[in-house]
């Protein structure tokens, strides 16, 4: 399976930007990481397509919005009152079909399967 990220730019502030990951085949939960220069890779939000449960890191509870089309094989995740602290390359993820990741793992970068090639994000303030 492979997965195309999308939807990154630059913007201020307060502004909004809806990232796409499209899977060339089926996938059981799809998450979005990001790594900010100099940091280390963190979880942002993740969603079993199967039932829809969302998962999301703390700092973007409320703010982000992840959600899934399985009609197209495409994860959205809908960023809205954005900060300069949320600047950093995104990359989405997937678990392969047929397995479950367990919700104390869904912010694991080693339970997905396959990997994005990233699309940058920054917020000037």
Not at 41 to 66: C, L, M
Not at 89 to 106: D, E
């Amino acid at each position: 399976v492979q997965l195309q990220a999308s939807g990154g730019g630059l913007v201020q502030a307060g502004d909004s930007l809806r990232l796409s990951c499209t899977a060339s085949g089926r996938t059981s939960s799809t998450g979005w990481f990001r790594q900010a220069p100099g940091k280390e890779q963190e979880f942002v939000a993740a969603i079993r397509r199967n039932g829809g449960a969302t998962y999301y890191e703390d700092s973007v509870k409320g703010r982000f919005r992840i959600s899934a089309d399985n009609a197209k094989n495409t994860v959205y995740l809908q960023m809205n009152s954005l900060k300069p602290e949320d600047t950093a390359v995104y990359y989405c993820a997937a678990v392969s079909p047929g397995r479950q990741v367990i919700v104390s793992a869904v912010s694991l970068p080693r339970m997905y399967d396959y990997w994005g090639q990233g699309t940058e994000v920054t917020v000037s303030s």
